[in-house]
């Protein structure tokens, strides 16, 4: 391509558009087909899910070395003995009311008085 780019003058038509850009493009047009072949075989070749899966699981035991997920090495939970509850303390009773408490504290006042 050249140093400066080319003007693209506005016409209506697409015709226009598209004749002004072969002129342009002009020996990149090969190269233009060629990746539109390549899109179209990506776009044709597409992946089946259970082959995808499949890919995946043999890309991980060639990774790990081993098996991974599969049957074989799933283990099943069993249920385990719950430990024996702990034994509350038993809750303190009160020593008395609040009249208790209020006269406790009225000689004590007494007291420093």
Do not use: C, W
Request: proline share 4%.
């Amino acid at each position: 391509m050249a140093d400066s780019k080319p003007s693209i003058a506005r016409d209506s038509t697409m015709a226009a558009t598209a004749k002004q850009a072969k002129q342009i493009l002009g020996k990149e047009k090969s190269t233009l087909g060629d990746t539109r072949a390549v899109t179209n075989v990506i776009k044709k070749t597409k992946i089946k899910r259970s082959s995808a899966v499949q890919k995946v699981a043999d890309e991980a035991k060639a990774y790990l070395g081993h098996d991974v997920g599969t049957s074989g090495e799933r283990k099943l939970r069993t249920r385990k003995a719950r430990p024996a509850p702990v034994a509350k303390k038993p809750a303190t009773k009160r020593a008395g009311t609040m009249k208790a408490t209020a006269k406790e504290g009225k000689a004590f006042l007494k007291g420093k008085k």
